[in-house]
């Protein structure tokens, strides 16, 4: 049995995405074995975020300043506008270095069943942010979700009218995918999404 503030440790731990009660406790085994390097650099690290965490006033990132480092960067262009729900969605994006420009996270979807509605999420944002007249495309990233994609049609109808271009992450063939393997939706929105050869 142990002390009190290890097994609060451990319970914090366990309340992490990914982790359970077993692997909080091996977590808690290995820092407290490396009580003078890892924990130290994990209480330091844990510090800063605590004392500098700030959502970015633009577009809703989690950043230690604001406008965040994506916002202020001046090599993202300007003209080009993906629409993530989550700020997950946004890391996993930019992490993949494809997109050069700026983001704006919704922090949601439109959900009838949680009772998310329009002004529950950064819509008007984002709509003041393409009507400033910068931006040139607006990319609806959302997940590929019944609620995602009714968020991205709202959000279509509400740009409409506006000077942009409004596109769409394509759904289809994962890389690597078997035809096979998947199931019929993913079939059908690949075979929706098929494009000309040459
Ligand atoms: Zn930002």
Same mark, same amino acid.
């Given at each position: 049995m142990a002390s009190q503030e290890i097994e609060a440790l451990a319970g914090a731990l366990a =309340?992490?995405? %990914?982790?359970?009660p077993r692997s909080a406790r091996r977590a808690v085994l290995w820092l407290v074995k490396r009580r003078e390097t890892a924990l130290v650099q994990l209480a330091e690290a844990l510090e800063v975020m605590r004392r500098s965490l700030v959502e970015c006033a633009t577009c809703g990132n989690v950043d230690t300043?604001?406008?965040?480092a994506i916002c202020s960067d001046?090599? =993202? @262009?300007?003209?080009q506008l993906c629409v993530v729900e989550e700020v997950s969605d946004l890391w996993a994006l930019d992490r993949?270095?494809?997109?050069?420009g700026r983001y704006h996270v919704l922090g949601g979807r439109l959900s009838a069943l949680d009772g998310v =509605?329009?002004? @529950?999420?950064?819509i008007g944002s984002l709509l003041e942010r393409v009507s400033a %007249?910068?931006?040139e495309e607006v990319v609806?990233?959302?997940?590929?979700?019944l609620e995602g994609q009714t968020t991205a049609h709202y959000l279509a109808e509400r740009l409409e009218g506006l000077p942009v271009r409004i596109t769409q992450l394509a759904h289809g063939?994962?890389?690597?995918?078997e035809l096979d393997y998947l199931d019929e939706g993913t079939l059908a929105q690949a075979l929706r999404a098929r494009r000309p050869v040459l």
């Open positions: =309340r992490l995405p %990914g982790l359970g300043v604001t406008p965040c001046p090599r =993202r @262009d300007p003209r993949a270095h494809l997109f050069t =509605r329009p002004e @529950d999420l950064s %007249g910068e931006v609806l990233a959302m997940n590929a979700t063939l994962p890389v690597g995918g």
